[in-house]
Each structure stands twice: as C-alpha cells, then as structure tokens.
C-alpha cells in the first residue's frame, strides 16, 4: 500500500513539486503577510497519514473521532486525507498555512487528496470550488465535500443531500476534482463503500408516498408526513459497513411503511446488493413481520436487525463492536438485545411457512454454548434461551420457545420462566438467581419477569428474587383454564367472600341523613 510518510517525505524520483507561484491567488486572504509566511497558531497533525490542520483550541474532534478516522480513512490508493479545522478558516494563517501543506504533499509524491473541509467541493457558475483550484494548481486529484461533512462513528464521513429547488432527488455529496477536467460526482459517503453507486437508482419516493433518504449507513424509509432525518441525529450514527448497506424502515411516531413499499426499494438496487441488505427498525415498532412479509414477497431471505445498528462498545486498541441497540424516541439508547439478528425466509417448495433463523445472538453469561441453537445450560435442571425480546428460562431437554415468539418492547427485555401449566420446583431459585446476578444492574432495573409456569411456594420465592435483584416489573401469564367440573352446590356457594384473602369485611350501614 502507498502512504504518504509525511511533510518531509522523499520526493517521488520524476515528479516535480508545485512551486509556490501556482498558487491560486485567491487561496489567501487579504490579511496574509507580504512574505507568504505563515503566523502562529495553526499546526499540522500527523496521525498516522491523517493530517489535521487545526489551531491547539480546537476541539471539534475528539480523540475517539481522531482515532475513528485514522483507521476508517485508510485506502490502498494512497490518497492523504486532510482535515482542515473550521476554528483555523478565521485566521490570517489558514490559507499559507494549507498551501505549505500542499507543497509537502505535492513533493512527497501524493496523486489524490481528500480535503475535510466544508463546501471545498461546491462548483458553481463564476467560482470555481477551493478543490477544483487546488486541483489545477497543484497537479493532484482531490475529494472534497460540496457542503458541511459529518463524522459517522467508525470512521467515515457523510454529507447529508440537500433538498433541490427545482423538485429533483436530493443532491449533494463528495466531488473529484481532476486537474483540468470536470468533476466527478461521488456520492454523500467517503472512503466509498462498495454499494454506494447502487444507491443512485433507487427512487426518493415510493408508489405508495414514503420518502427513502439517504443516511450514512444506506437508506432511511419513512412516511412523507413523518419528521425527516436532521444531521447529527441517531440514523447518522449507524456506521457504515462497506460490504452491504441498510434500510431503516421508519421513525419514532412514523413507523405506517408498508412491506410493498420496502420491497419496492429494494427491488430497485441490483441483486449483488440487495442480496446483502439488512433491514432495522427506525421507530418504536418491531418490524420483524414486515422483514417477514418482504421475504414472502421477493422469494429470498431477509436479514432483520432487533435494533438500530450502532457502536455499542469499545474494546482493546481502538476496536469497536456494532450491535444493535433499542432507544428511546428521543434517541437516549435504553438497552441492547441478545439477539442482534435473525433471518426471515420465504416458504419452501411446498409453500409451507418457516420460521426466522437465529442469525447472530450475544450469550447472557459465560458457560457452555451452541452458537446455532442460542442455548445455555444453567445446571442439569434448567437451561435459558435467548430470544429477540429478552430471555427464556426453562427445563433441559422440554419443549424449545421459538426466540422470535415475543414482539420487542424497546423499553426493556422480558425475561420468561417455565412452561405454561408446569410446575417449577425449588431448584429454579439459585438457577435464576446466578442468571440474574450476571445482568448488568442497568438491564435488570429494565427487565420484566414473565412466569408462565406455576411456582412451587406460590411466588414467594420469585417476589423475593425479584426485589434482591431490583427488577421493574413481575407479571404472570394468565392460568391455563381449568377442566370442566360438576356444578358446586348451594352450600359451596355460600362461602363468604374475601375469606381467601383473610380479609375482614364490614358490613355496609347507610348513612343517616339530618335535618
């Protein structure tokens, strides 16, 4: 891979730098020094190739976004990316100070440069874009963004489309500028991924009036009444997968997408892309049935997402974890389902309905596992199974709960115990308690305990476990119904009510009235 190995890098043998007379003269402002030199202030960052050009004040980039970009910028076609800080733009400085990076990059030998700065790619009619002079000054290619570029994390950068005047799809997005010659439209993602052309033939609107917008990780289905997506909010923190795209089928308080109309998107992308789409839930509603209907109606398997997609965790060196995540509508993430994906199919030769298959899953605690199955044991009694909306506890070798039964409540997992009618016997306690303890306490203040099965000491046990553990909520399954029995006698019937619950009623004496 070529790399540019900084300022002060070895002229590539047969290429000459740009002198210093090229530059454009408008490049500077009208508050430069006389000599060209360049004031303090202003320094260049050298971040494993990235480069920063930024005063020391300037805090727009975290370290974490620093990070995320010197690893997501990296290309095997040697193109130097360079970020130029807005602080920096105000001083007398900036232009000198970014020319002398030029001249640098130019000597090195760089071919292509990818320049971070806001509007650098906006060409239009009598002013010639900052990337086009640059281009045509200093002999190399560069990428530059026609409007305000955002930071995604893991490392990319997107620039939201901008609404046309005269009704056309949203334009907007990276440019090349070559020298000499016209510019080359990109896209609203840089480094590209791989589907990103794919995305220019699917239509801004579906047949039955949704809007499809553009978000960083792919598209964004959503009712055309319902509130658009607005830089910086949750859909443009989904970070990009460069191998296949995603299609977030609504909003929080407009979720009404048909499966006519997510299948009608993804009709439009070409089967090499659309085979690799993952569906997810941009609003408050699962949209498992209707991943389940679009299979259904294209004949091939759909891969669903039990949440948004988003970095759930750092982990050593720098890495990072995409899981799905459940938030609120406001965006705050409120918890992170074990099963991160399933896979709709569509019913086999004989027209029979299959269920969704366990795609990828996160197991609740350490233990022996069957990656396939989602399945742990807890002890030779009891195992617990995974599932979209939280967990089931259960006896080893009874009968399997399907993990996509239960509709996803964004508000926080439910955890299921036994089986419907089944007695649960002493030996559940430590089982579930040992499960629960390995919960994070922030999940288990979330969890709802569902019993369906009948508790051995009539729920004492569980209640206590319950409160120990600080669980938000107990709810039982409502009783099998009962066999059909002779009708009880008079007597039977006249047992006098609240005596079950060691009640003592009194009896009701109407109030005497005065006057």
């Not at 233990?367 to 995974?386: C, F, H, K, M, N």
Request: aromatic letters at 4%; proline letters at 12%; one cysteine or more.
């Amino acid at each position: 891979m070529t790399r540019w190995g900084g300022p002060f890098a070895r002229r590539r043998a047969g290429r000459s730098s740009a002198p210093a007379g090229r530059r454009p003269a408008d490049l500077r402002t009208a508050d430069d020094r006389p000599d060209g030199t360049a004031a303090e202030g202003l320094l260049v960052e050298d971040h494993d190739g990235l480069l920063l050009l930024r005063t020391p004040s300037d805090n727009a980039l975290t370290p974490a976004d620093v990070a995320d970009l010197s690893r997501g910028m990296r290309t095997d076609d040697g193109t130097v990316t360079v970020i130029a800080g807005a602080d920096g733009m105000e001083s007398s400085a900036f232009w000198p100070r970014l020319s002398e990076l030029l001249d640098s990059l130019s000597e090195s030998g760089a071919d292509t440069v990818r320049l971070v700065m806001a509007g650098a790619g906006q060409d239009i009619k009598d002013r010639p874009a900052t990337a086009r002079r640059i281009a045509d000054a200093w002999g190399v290619a560069v990428k530059a963004p026609d409007g305000a570029p955002l930071v995604v994390p893991g490392g990319s950068l997107f620039v939201p489309p901008a609404p046309s005047a005269d009704g056309k799809p949203p334009a907007g997005g990276w440019w090349r500028f070559a020298p000499g010659a016209d510019p080359e439209p990109l896209g609203p993602r840089s480094p590209e991924p791989s589907w990103q052309p794919a995305l220019r033939h699917v239509p801004s609107d579906t047949s039955g009036g949704s809007v499809v917008e553009q978000i960083p990780a792919g598209l964004l289905v959503r009712p055309a009444e319902a509130t658009a997506t607005q830089p910086g909010d949750l859909y443009h923190a989904v970070p990009v997968d460069p191998r296949r795209p995603a299609v977030v089928i609504g909003v929080p308080y407009g979720e009404d997408v048909s499966a006519e109309e997510v299948a009608e998107v993804l009709t439009a992308l070409p089967e090499e892309v659309r085979s690799g789409v993952r569906l997810a839930p941009g609003g408050q509603y699962d949209v498992l049935r209707l991943a389940q209907a679009v299979s259904d109606r294209l004949d091939a398997d759909v891969e669903v997402m039990t949440g948004l997609p988003l970095v759930a965790a750092a982990g050593p060196l720098g890495a990072y974890s995409v899981r799905s995540v459940l938030a609120a509508p406001d965006g705050t993430p409120k918890w992170l389902p074990f099963v991160d994906a399933v896979v709709c199919r569509p019913p086999d030769e004989e027209g029979r309905a299959r269920p969704p298959q366990l795609l990828r899953w996160t197991p609740p605690l350490p233990g022996s596992v069957r990656p396939e199955e989602g399945v742990i044991g807890l002890t030779d009694r009891w195992q617990v199974t995974v599932t979209r909306a939280g967990l089931w506890v259960g006896p080893r070798g009874g009968p399997r709960l399907s993990p996509t039964a239960r509709q996803v409540d964004a508000n926080g997992p439910v955890i299921e115990l036994g089986m419907p009618g089944e007695l649960m016997d002493a030996s559940l306690m430590p089982a579930l308690s040992s499960l629960l303890g390995a919960l994070t306490p922030a999940l288990r203040e979330r969890a709802t305990l569902h019993v369906h099965g009948v508790s051995h000491d009539g729920g004492h046990g569980l209640r206590r476990l319950a409160a120990q553990h600080g669980l938000r909520t107990l709810r039982y399954a409502a009783p099998a119904p009962a066999p059909a029995r002779a009708r009880p006698t008079a007597q039977a019937q006249a047992r006098p009510p609240g005596r079950g619950l060691g009640l003592s009623l009194l009896p009701i004496s109407r109030p005497r009235r005065h006057g």
